[in-house]
């Protein structure tokens, strides 16, 4: 897909061959080419007087190429070292949205070119900031230099012939170190700020043209449109619209997902890519790219990158970089040719002078922009990147003039905020937790109760035992067992440790992390003896949101007892403390069990990694039983060894082996999967197929009901109305003025958890809903006990499976259940196989699922799919709790094989702020600074009590300010960096 949501774009990818005679080429022509008309390029920058060159001077080519070349425009001698493959310059675009180009130049409105102007102004002074050099004093990331020289064009048509303002600011590759010297600059850091680039262009340009009384409204990329020319302006995007269809179609033949680099090939092309072209050169070189899709791990990697290479190179040969020659009054006409009479009203009324209404203008609060920030950003995050904070304070405050010097300063003075290196930030309240559970490990030492050993079942194996020995022998009040996928731990460790504990005269209560984790437990108690002891503390297992919010259940435990956590790779860093807290408040003993390895939960914090860094006594155990040695040949047990040990790419080629991956794409490949969950059902054989995106789901889904209809196995479908959540953190849903009319609000707390009322009205911070006749209100002080929700409306029939999402009391339906739709009942309302009537709505089809729904489930066989786009997020993590959900069959279908080899080099553990390097002039608060005192203290005897010897992947904290990152998230971040093509460059 095109990426269109940044209105200021980077593009450094330049060919030294070529660079040189783009001004005289492209820049100095307006997308188009016309006699004796040229668009004049102005220099400017900081740098330029020193280079002898004057502020506002307009550039020729001789010029251009002299600076593209590195060379002193006086001179013509080389200013920097010239090595191969150094990059001439970065273009800088910057975008007016669709509607005020239309405004502009349709419209022949000039204010609109001024308010562009203007915004670009303030994105130039922005720029300054973030220029620099790559820095080698082995701490910071960039040396700032503050200083460049650059050329302004600005253009309003596309290649189209379309009206589109935007200004092309080249960045020459040259900035003057403190040392005096001149270096290349490291065009990464202008690509990791376009987005925040982007929100200081928008917030002027909206800025300025409310004060002139213009209505804005937000589109669907959350860029800013003339409320009155919306729907016009998508009359004049034919370019956008032609090029995403171009990208998806080369994308699906290939079965690659472009990456900005290619994409950027095709939009430069004034006809966009030829595509017939494309798949003859495809074809006749097939066979050639066949040879580079490998899996063997020795050389997956380096044959991935060279397709990608080769198929970079084969995007850009086919990409008509050519200008029409016409002129301006030709390219005008054919615009307005397209308004209609009401068009031109419209645009001319805009034109005229506008009232302000006074009522729209709303007073700039930046202390309020900047807590809704810190909340949304580190409910799911504990370290960020300053520039996504910018971002977002930006964002909530639109249109209201931020002085970004005013943001920075009061940024900067944020107690709710700890600072690192590198342009990361992290959250105090989450450092706190972090420190404090470092402390809460470490006074729970020695203070717990050895349980006996008699009686073990003799089903236990060899290592099953040794893990239930390291655990019931242990004296510290928390412990923890990290194993595998599909070792026995609920049936054999978990079940031995509740009958030990038991019989000792403890008492057990057994939580996990969700409503589906929960209920594999009480499952799994299916599996033990029916009236064992065991058996019915599973039955009994709650969820651990609600045992932390009844107090009776938390009332059940004594000094001594134990609590279960299972799926605590799944515990969120609050959730965890919570556990914590209580538990040494009440002398309740604690056993987190999970598996690394593992997805991680939706809130801030990887818990159950941080305990095991932090020293919890732990137990391992690794051998797996849910797949035999025969499944697959022995393949299968293989791949998922592999796969827990990180070595994705030895994983995918064991199952490569088995002839377990298939290629195939775009609609081939959905209708594969759904012929192979058919056959499945056909068969009798349980099977769970699971993808990356909801958006994969609903393709299979769509596959799968096509067949059973033809079939005659779904019958009497109707039309049902349900509703998806929108995953707004709780500071979106404090916005309730962001609300609409038609959204659905779900009780998520209390009595009536569950219970679905759609909003009718919205005004004075209170959102208006009804449901079932009753009208009640919601406010910003309900935003944890209720989540949003989009309806939808799909058809189910008699014999459809379905999913459902969220749990309700009411119809006693609980989160994660598959049920199977029997009948009608008089209402419309589907029924179960089981009789129960399904008025909750938060379901959708239950054919495929996605990796955080089958966490913990298994069947006889797995379907795994990844299509060209979620191929390129997934991760090891995933990989692995996909991979491992089978018994004996696992079915891997895929766009392009290759690509299977890029997934190892991504990690899904997220970064704590113990992890991160404190800035070296940040000064903690007060309890901070005590809290790591005392960590110190604890580290510093753990390394006198070890001799020193110490991993740096295990270290628990960065103890100095500005200490450097382990080796494992050094070599880590600079694989991930390769990955995405950003070593030295911009994609």
Not at 28 to 55: C, I, P, Q, W
Not at 244 to 252: A, F, P, S
Not at 278 to 297: I, Q, T
Not at 566 to 581: K, W
Request: glycine residues 8%; proline residues 2%.
């Amino acid at each position: 897909m095109l990426a269109i949501e940044n209105m200021v774009k980077c593009y450094d990818q330049f060919d030294d061959a070529v660079a040189g005679g783009l001004h005289e080429k492209h820049y100095s022509h307006n997308d188009y080419y016309e006699k004796e008309r040229t668009v004049e390029g102005r220099v400017f920058g900081n740098l330029a007087a020193e280079l002898g060159l004057e502020e506002g001077q307009t550039i020729t080519s001789q010029l251009f190429k002299d600076l593209g070349e590195n060379r002193h425009p006086k001179t013509g001698e080389y200013m920097t070292r010239h090595v191969t493959g150094r990059k001439p310059m970065c273009d800088i675009t910057v975008s007016m949205p669709k509607s005020w180009s239309v405004q502009w130049k349709i419209g022949e409105d000039e204010r609109i070119g001024g308010y562009h102007r203007r915004a670009v102004e303030k994105v130039k002074a922005e720029l300054v900031r973030l220029v620099g050099r790559q820095a080698h004093n082995g701490t910071d990331h960039l040396e700032y230099t503050n200083n460049f020289v650059a050329v302004q064009y600005r253009h309003d048509t596309n290649r189209c012939f379309e009206v589109q303002g935007h200004d092309h600011i080249i960045l020459f590759n040259i900035t003057r170190s403190a040392n005096g010297k001149y270096y290349a600059i490291d065009f990464r850091e202008i690509y990791d700020w376009s987005k925040y680039l982007t929100a200081v262009y928008r917030d002027e340009l909206v800025r300025l043209a409310v004060a002139d009384g213009f209505n804005v409204t937000l589109g669907k990329e959350n860029e800013p449109q003339i409320t009155e020319l919306m729907e016009m302006a998508k009359e004049h995007q034919r370019r956008s619209d032609e090029l995403k269809e171009v990208i998806d179609n080369i994308e699906q033949y290939a079965g690659i997902e472009l990456n900005n680099r290619e994409r950027s090939a095709i939009v430069r092309a004034s006809r966009g890519l030829d595509l017939e072209a494309f798949k003859r050169k495809w074809d006749a070189r097939k066979d050639e790219f066949d040879s580079l899709k490998n899996l063997d791990p020795a050389t997956a990697e380096t044959k991935r990158r060279e397709l990608l290479a080769k198929f970079s190179g084969l995007v850009r040969s086919c990409s008509d970089g050519k200008l029409y020659e016409t002129s301006t009054e030709e390219v005008r006409a054919s615009q307005r040719v397209r308004v209609t009479p009401e068009q031109w009203q419209i645009l001319e009324r805009l034109k005229a002078t506008l009232e302000i209404d006074h009522s729209r203008v709303c007073k700039l609060d930046l202390d309020r922009a900047i807590d809704y920030a810190i909340q949304k950003l580190f409910e799911r995050e504990s370290v960020i990147k300053i520039y996504e904070l910018y971002e977002c304070i930006l964002d909530h405050e639109r249109g209201l003039g931020i002085d970004p010097e005013e943001l920075r300063s009061k940024v900067a003075n944020r107690p709710e905020l700890v600072f690192g290196r590198g342009n990361e930030v992290g959250s105090a309240e989450h450092y706190r937790r972090e420190l404090e559970n470092v402390l809460v490990l470490e006074q729970g030492r020695s203070k717990g109760i050895t349980v006996g050993l008699e009686r073990l079942s003799t089903r236990l194996t060899e290592a099953q035992h040794a893990a239930l020995k390291s655990l019931l022998e242990s004296r510290d009040q928390f412990t923890a067992l990290s194993g595998s996928s599909g070792v026995g731990k609920t049936e054999f460790v978990i079940a031995s440790v509740i009958e030990q504990n038991l019989k000792d005269g403890h008492r057990v209560f057994v939580v996990a992390p969700s409503d589906n984790a929960r209920d594999v437990l009480r499952r799994d108690a299916g599996k033990l003896c029916p009236h064992s002891p065991s058996a019915a503390v599973l039955q009994e297992a709650e969820s651990l949101q609600l045992y932390q919010a009844d107090p009776r259940l938390r009332q059940k435990l004594a000094r001594g007892d134990l609590l279960i956590v299972d799926e605590a790779s799944f515990v969120s860093l609050e959730q965890g403390h919570r556990v914590l807290e209580d538990a040494a408040k009440r002398g309740v003993r604690v056993c987190f069990i999970g598996d690394l390895d593992q997805e991680k939960s939706i809130e801030a914090g990887d818990f159950f990694r941080q305990t095991m860094q932090a020293g919890i006594h732990t137990a391992e155990l690794h051998e797996i039983k849910r797949q035999s040695p025969e499944a697959l040949d022995g393949h299968y047990l293989a791949s998922v060894k592999a796969f827990k040990a990180g070595r994705t790419t030895e994983a995918f080629h064991e199952l490569y082996l088995a002839g377990c991956i298939r290629e195939l794409r775009g609609k081939d490949r959905v209708e594969a999967i759904a012929d192979s969950v058919i056959r499945s059902q056909e068969e009798g054989i349980s099977t769970i197929a699971v993808s990356l995106t909801h958006r994969e789901n609903d393709a299979v889904a769509v596959a799968v009901r096509k067949r059973m209809k033809e079939t005659g196995r779904l019958t009497d479908t109707r039309p049902v109305t349900a509703y998806q959540t929108l995953g707004w953190t709780i500071a979106e849903r404090r916005e309730i003025d962001k609300l609409k009319a038609g959204m659905v609000l779900e009780q998520t707390r209390g009595k009536e958890k569950g219970r679905a009322w759609v909003i009718e009205s919205v005004a004075n911070g209170r959102a208006y809903a009804r449901s079932d006749g009753k009208l009640r209100y919601f406010e910003k002080g309900h935003a944890r006990a209720f989540d949003v929700c989009e309806q939808r409306t799909f058809e189910l029939g008699v014999g459809d499976e379905i999913l459902i999402r969220s749990a309700s009391k009411q119809d006693r339906i609980i989160n994660g259940e598959r049920l199977l739709v029997a009948s009608w009942d008089q209402n419309g309302n589907p029924i179960a196989s089981d009789g129960r009537v399904i008025k909750h709505r938060n379901f959708c089809y239950g054919y495929a699922s996605t990796i955080y729904r089958v966490q913990g489930d298994s069947a006889t066989k797995v379907i795994v799919s990844f299509d060209r786009h979620s191929i390129r997020t997934a991760d090891r993590e995933s990989a692995y709790v996909a991979g491992s959900r089978g018994r004996e069959f696992c079915e891997v279908f895929v766009e392009q094989i290759a690509e299977l080899a890029g997934i190892q080099n991504r990690s899904g553990d997220r970064k704590s702020v113990m992890e991160m390097a404190i800035a070296a002039d940040h000064e903690l608060e007060p309890e901070l600074r005590a809290l790591l005192a005392k960590v110190e203290i604890i580290q510093q005897g753990k390394k006198e009590a070890q001799g020193f010897k110490q991993e740096q992947e295990k270290t628990i904290v960065d103890l100095q300010a500005g200490a450097r990152k382990t080796v494992a998230q050094a070599q880590w971040e600079n694989t991930e960096k390769k990955e995405q093509g950003l070593e030295g460059s911009i994609d």
